[in-house]
């Protein structure tokens, strides 16, 4: 056996996608980010495979192929760690042709291809075959993007109960079940088996199509079917629970004999004067407050806020100056789901008893059901007050995003209809005169 050279050459490149939102008259428009590809080039032959990550186009050099240092792209994950496994990739292929060299053979194309998922991990190493062990991928799915996006171990859990269902649903799952009739075969196990309403399993279909995604782009998913997937779900639109002006004002100065739920109505109440996730106020500590405002980094999205405090959320503040809580924090805090649970109980004692009708679908079938206010309060109802309560006093949803660090406009929208009913309902009150 004779050793050969193969000349070989491994590319690095952003698979540019046209912006179908955009032109410009003789050229093209770009998105501004892609894909991460590799092409591998040999004999007459050519691979390619996807790096699993997105880069800006303004932030890759050509030239080497890489990342430039200390930049991110748009799903903030830094050059270094694209740039890891640019050089991971590399290695392999350039191992997979020396070895070949050594045995005097020129590859085949699959043969490429197959060795490279190996080496990566990107198939099963036992069997080879792409579609075993679906659950393994899932938990190298959730470990990679959890990794990447920081995820509280309240998303680990969500994406446990996820990977349950799938288990549930089939023990022996592979990628190649998800077809059309397989997708839609778990969409029914989902609302027939496990009881679910329409809007939960579309969340359900959503998570796994976020991970069909990602195995695709690590190539150990060729089905495609989930692509064009959308089941036919009925769904009302979200009913936003948050407290009106003069229910906010009677939990607020509701006097409490119970410590713990007075303690839980100031932390909910201070929610509604700043806007602050649960999240982000259970982080808050005394280095986070200045004279006149609050400058942190939410927990959800990373963004820096400044909030400038009023005369009610200064009053909390300090009524809990001189207490010493843990880890310097400024509030009394207990876990989201003991608040929750109390938040029930202060209502009630406030007398928070609006009737709720709440509407939700099982399949075709309508299901209403109605319930007193203080039955669906949570501790998101107090940055839902908050919002509901600026844009009804005319302030502009612009000034509202950045108090409350909403980056997309979309998300203001229900809160403005709510704000743009409550008016039109305020003027029919002529109708009485």
């Avoid at 490279?116 to 679906?134: H, I, P, W, Y």
């Avoid at 027939?192 to 939960?200: E, K, L």
């Amino acid at each position: 056996m004779t050793n050969i050279q193969i000349k070989y050459n491994i590319l690095f490149f952003p698979d540019k996608e046209m912006d179908g939102g955009k032109s410009v008259p003789g050229a093209p428009v770009y998105k501004s980010d892609a894909k991460l590809r590799i092409r591998v080039r040999w004999a007459g032959s050519k691979v390619d495979f996807n790096v699993g990550y997105r880069v800006k186009l303004s932030q890759w050099d050509t030239k080497t192929q890489r990342c430039i240092a200390k930049t991110t792209n748009l799903q903030k994950q830094s050059a270094s760690l694209i740039n890891g496994r640019i050089q991971r990739y590399s290695d392999i292929l350039e191992a997979i042709f020396k070895a070949a060299e050594v045995k005097g053979e020129i590859p085949a194309p699959n043969e490429v291809r197959t060795k490279f998922n190996e080496a990566a991990g990107r198939t099963d190493r036992v069997s080879g075959m792409q579609d075993k062990n679906l659950f393994h991928y899932f938990d190298e799915f959730t470990s990679e993007k959890g990794s990447l996006n920081n995820w509280t171990q309240a998303t680990y859990t969500m994406m446990g109960v996820v990977k349950r269902h799938l288990q549930n649903f089939k023990p022996d799952l592979a990628f190649s079940d998800f077809n059309e009739a397989g997708l839609s075969d778990y969409v029914s196990y989902l609302r027939d088996v496990r009881g679910m309403r329409n809007t939960t399993v579309g969340k359900q279909i959503g998570f796994l199509k976020w991970f069909l995604r990602w195995a695709t782009e690590n190539g150990v998913c060729q089905t495609l079917d989930y692509v064009k997937f959308k089941p036919k779900l009925k769904t009302p639109e979200k009913q936003i629970i948050f407290l009106d002006q003069n229910e906010l004002m009677t939990v607020y100065n509701h006097e409490f004999a119970n410590k713990t739920l007075e303690r839980v109505r100031d932390v909910f109440c201070f929610c509604c004067f700043t806007s602050l996730r649960y999240s982000d106020v259970a982080n808050l500590r005394r280095t986070d407050i200045f004279d006149d405002y609050l400058a942190l980094t939410t927990v959800k999205t990373a963004e820096t806020i400044r909030i400038e405090l009023n005369k009610y959320s200064r009053a909390i503040l300090a009524k809990y100056a001189d207490m010493e809580f843990p880890d310097n924090l400024a509030l009394p805090i207990m876990s989201n789901q003991k608040m929750n649970d109390y938040l029930k109980e202060v209502g009630k004692a406030c007398g928070i008893d609006t009737q709720i009708t709440i509407t939700y679908y099982k399949g075709n079938e309508r299901i209403n059901e109605v319930f007193p206010k203080w039955q669906l309060l949570g501790t998101h109802a107090g940055r839902r007050t908050f919002i509901c309560y600026m844009l009804s006093k005319n302030i502009s949803p612009q000034i509202v995003m950045k108090w409350t660090g909403h980056s997309d406009y979309a998300a203001m929208k229900p809160y403005i209809d709510i704000v743009d009913s409550a008016k039109a309902e305020a003027m029919t009150k002529f109708n009485e005169l």
